[in-house]
């Protein structure tokens, strides 16, 4: 018996999962508001499923929190037939697709991803990256369709991400970079 995805996700989770469709998406809000499930579990395997041949990467603060946070939940709901990871090799297959896995804790993880070309990614907790591996990875996604889908929880007002992405969503997307933002509460 197959489920519908209307059935698995709150009202919020399905438009986000509906209409990120931007070429930056970005879910923010309070823990366990379930941005993650509609996200991470939901939204970005319908990505990897059906979006544009290439290179993908998911990245974590750490491999280890990626895993946690990530990996593991894919492996519960979609089990070892469609998906698989190997810590050890920093890659993932979920639907036959190949996904390259990166931890982005200092400064130094930006060189780990450069001369990538990317189809899309995925970023967990982004706030906890280094501004420099968000914006590689942007510059990274060159592939025509490419997407990038991350998740957050509240930073400082003054984080990069919230004033140079969230608090500029409309601005940006008026100029040409397709930014879409959801905003999380706890109901």
């Given at each position: 018996m197959t489920t519908a995805i209307e059935d698995l996700l709150s009202p919020k989770q399905l438009r986000t999962f509906r209409q990120s469709n931007g070429r930056i998406n970005l879910a923010h809000g309070s823990v366990r508001s379930?941005?993650?499930?509609?996200?991470?579990?939901?939204?970005?395997?319908?990505?990897?499923?059906?979006?544009?041949?290439?290179?993908?990467?998911?990245?974590?603060?750490?491999?280890?929190?990626?895993?946690?946070?990530?990996?593991?939940?894919?492996?519960?709901?979609?089990?070892?037939?469609?998906?698989?990871?190997?810590?050890?090799?920093?890659?993932?297959?979920?639907?036959?697709?190949?996904?390259?896995?990166?931890?982005?804790?200092?400064?130094?993880?930006?060189?780990?991803?450069?001369?990538?070309?990317?189809?899309?990614?995925?970023?967990?907790?982004?706030?906890?990256?280094?501004?420099?591996?968000?914006?590689?990875?942007i510059n990274r996604m060159s592939v025509p369709g490419a997407q990038m889908f991350a998740t957050t929880n509240p930073d400082s007002p003054y984080h990069y991400l919230k004033t140079d992405f969230i608090d500029r969503e409309a601005e940006l997307r008026a100029s040409g970079l397709d930014v879409r933002v959801w905003h999380y509460t706890l109901d």
């Open positions: 379930g941005k993650s499930v509609g996200v991470e579990q939901y939204r970005w395997p319908a990505f990897v499923r059906n979006g544009p041949p290439g290179d993908l990467l998911m990245s974590g603060r750490t491999i280890k929190s990626l895993e946690r946070n990530v990996l593991r939940p894919l492996l519960t709901l979609y089990g070892p037939k469609r998906f698989t990871y190997s810590l050890g090799k920093k890659e993932a297959h979920l639907f036959g697709r190949r996904i390259e896995l990166e931890g982005a804790n200092d400064a130094r993880a930006e060189e780990r991803i450069r001369g990538m070309t990317l189809a899309g990614k995925l970023d967990n907790e982004v706030t906890l990256f280094p501004e420099g591996y968000v914006r590689e990875g």
